[in-house]
């Protein structure tokens, strides 16, 4: 079910807003929760016993990991207060007063040098969840691709691929319950006792197939304590329309010109047209992608709950740093903070911060897909990262921002022509192509329309640079709360434009089934 089909937004979204409105929240929560359980088996049923389980898994784990931690920390307490009584009491309070100093610096030795350095309870029960929620992703997203990799390099079969459906949405989800466990083990925040409230976390359909990946801290409690607004739903329904019209007028018409220009040989495409089409690309994964989030968001929003936000104009980077922090910033935080900050980040120097920006961007080129053209591409903005780190941005800010750009607008579009491709072959010939400028059987005039002119000119001004040169819409769309007249006037046309695009067209791509 997606959000731009006709049946999520004539019945299950309608049914969902009005109830949601006038259920308590307790009851409320338990009714999402079964909608978004609803929303994922409508096309992945034989996958839900695989959500229950990770929700018992972690719930399970991150009750373990505060359990022991909490005996410990209540025994130095209860030291600790032995130890303030005994002082006033005289020498017998003064020895247990000793008895107490000696329990809490035990304890504070466990959790502090000791828990750094030695395996305590807690972190067995984290390394065990952590190795429970990537053994699941990796079965189902990584062992056919991991098969087919070493019956390769032996030359035979010596592995039967299972030919797996990957479950929609487990790279998020997943994701999700290992920041989970992290928190409650570093102590962010306490582990959650109601089972349902995790589990509406977890599954919360609005992000649950393709983010942002949110962090309980911000979630739960949104969850234990929220409400809609007038201002905050009004708030929600635009974000969400303008979302569902980046999505059915611009992405889906972008996408069906690059669909059908690389069902053709690589080979025979022109090096113009490869051009062509990689602007297209990078044009409609933006727009689809941040048009989900814009939807995700004000979904949110309508139903009490404040997202994250994923986007900030990315197009608007001049150096890639800028861009990974502006593009998917859920997903960009995230191996910051659970993956970057614990290898060292950039505190022991200039290789050790080399090495580790090329795990990260390794981990989210295999994170994006099964495939060697996604772990090239992780690779190429590892490198690109690196160069900038070592020498290059010193040179790019010392240049005018127009080089800047154009720099970030090749770095672009061949970063997404090569996460395109469906394989690393055919991603490196379509690359041999459009840098030599070869000729092809396939040319741009055969799939250059004025319609798709027209359209491409619009998404190029609306990916940033209107948003630059208008800041206070920029503004308005992410955190005004008042809709004026003319603007109700024009979200209705969008809404309904967008509506007869969705209904004309047979074409509805949804491009995050590999994550």
Request: proline share 3%.
């Amino acid at each position: 079910m997606l959000f731009s089909s006709m049946i999520f937004l004539w019945l299950f979204l309608p049914f969902v807003l009005v109830v949601n409105l006038v259920l308590p929240i307790r009851l409320s929560n338990l009714f999402l929760l079964a909608m978004s359980f609803i929303f994922y088996a409508w096309g992945e049923q034989e996958y839900i016993w695989l959500l229950l389980l990770s929700l018992a898994v972690n719930y399970a784990g991150a009750m373990g990991m505060e359990a022991v931690r909490g005996r410990g920390h209540d025994a130095g307490t209860a030291g600790a207060d032995a130890g303030t009584a005994g002082a006033d009491a005289g020498t017998a309070g003064a020895d247990a007063g000793a008895a107490g100093d000696a329990a809490m610096s035990d304890r504070q030795t466990t959790s502090g040098a000791s828990k750094q350095t030695l395996i305590t309870p807690d972190k067995l029960l984290l390394v065990a969840l952590v190795a429970v929620n990537l053994g699941f992703l990796g079965y189902f997203k990584y062992f056919d691709f991991l098969t087919g990799l070493v019956n390769k390099l032996a030359g035979g079969t010596v592995m039967e691929p299972k030919n797996l459906l990957l479950p929609v949405g487990i790279s998020f989800y997943t994701f999700q319950m290992i920041s989970y466990g992290a928190d409650v083990y570093r102590g962010t925040i306490r582990a959650e006792r109601n089972l349902l409230n995790l589990g509406l976390y977890m599954s919360f359909f609005p992000k649950m197939i393709q983010g942002p990946i949110e962090r309980y801290q911000g979630m739960g409690a949104c969850i234990r304590n929220r409400h809609v607004t007038p201002e905050l739903f009004a708030c929600g329904a635009r974000r969400f329309i303008y979302g569902l019209g980046k999505k059915v007028i611009l992405a889906n018409q972008f996408g069906s010109v690059v669909d059908k220009v690389l069902a053709n040989p690589m080979d025979q495409i022109s090096g113009g047209l490869g051009w062509y089409v990689g602007i297209l690309y990078t044009l409609q994964i933006y727009f689809d992608f941040s048009g989900y989030s814009d939807m995700a968001v004000g979904l949110g929003k309508m139903l009490g709950f404040e997202l994250t936000e994923n986007f900030n104009y990315p197009y608007l980077a001049r150096t890639v740093g800028e861009f990974w922090r502006r593009w998917h910033i859920s997903l960009s935080g995230w191996f910051k903070d659970y993956l970057y900050i614990p290898l060292g980040g950039s505190r022991r120097g200039t290789l050790v911060t080399c090495r580790n920006l090329m795990i990260v961007f390794l981990c989210t080129g295999f994170w994006h897909g099964a495939g060697l053209s996604f772990i090239a591409w992780g690779m190429y903005y590892g490198c690109l990262q690196v160069a900038e780190r070592l020498f290059l941005k010193r040179r790019l800010d010392r240049l005018p921002a127009a080089v800047s750009y154009i720099y970030m607008f090749f770095v672009t579009v061949v970063g997404w022509t090569m996460f395109r491709a469906d394989s690393l072959t055919r991603g490196l010939m379509l690359l041999k192509q459009m840098f030599l400028l070869r000729p092809g059987i396939y040319d741009t005039a055969m799939y250059m329309s004025h319609k798709t002119i027209a359209y491409m000119v619009i998404g190029i001004v609306l990916c940033g640079p209107f948003q630059a040169l208008v800041p206070c819409f920029r503004k308005h769309m992410q955190d005004g709360r008042s809709i004026y007249l003319s603007e109700s006037l024009g979200l209705i046309l969008l809404f309904a434009y967008s509506i007869v695009m969705a209904v004309g067209s047979t074409y509805n791509p949804f491009i995050y089934f590999r994550f």
